[in-house]
Nanobody, 124 residues
Framework: QVRLVESGGGLVQAGGSLRLSCAAS????????MGWFRQAPGKEREFVGS????????IYADSVKGRFTISRDNYKNTVYLQMNSLKAEDTAVYYC?????????????????WGQGTQVTVSS
């Protein structure tokens, strides 16, 4: 099992940027697709984006497309979520997750290991 730790969350004004990191220990991430999800208070966890094992393909939710970018550094065993042009509706706890295989998957069922999450708050 891999341990995932998210960092980089915080409070930012609307229009600002944040970069989240997801560092892994206990297992290499280099053969797995990775995903980012978020959960706002009172709402279900929702897909944000995902990246294939080698970074060759990324997919995004329509709500973040063009504003968020996922990348990874397999040497550092770390995945990133660059968030630009943040909006108040992006406020949520953000989670990274390890996929069951090498592909990018757009639903929670495709992931086995989850981090504890990092809070992102966007003030309007």
């Amino acid at each position: 099992q891999v341990r995932l730790v998210e960092s980089g969350g915080g409070l930012v004004q609307a229009g600002g940027s944040l970069r989240l990191s997801c560092a892994a220990s206990g297992r290499t991430l280099s053969v797995y697709g990775m995903g980012w999800f978020r959960q706002a208070p009172g709402k279900e966890r929702e897909f944000v984006g995902s990246i294939t094992w080698n970074g060759g393909t990324t997919i995004y939710a329509d709500s973040v497309k063009g504003r968020f970018t996922i990348s990874r550094d397999n040497y550092k065993n770390t995945v990133y979520l660059q968030m630009n042009s943040l909006k108040a509706e992006d406020t949520a706890v953000y989670y990274c997750a390890r996929g069951r295989g090498p592909s990018a998957i757009g639903n929670t069922g495709g992931y086995d290991d989850w981090g504890q999450g990092t809070q992102v708050t966007v003030s309007s």
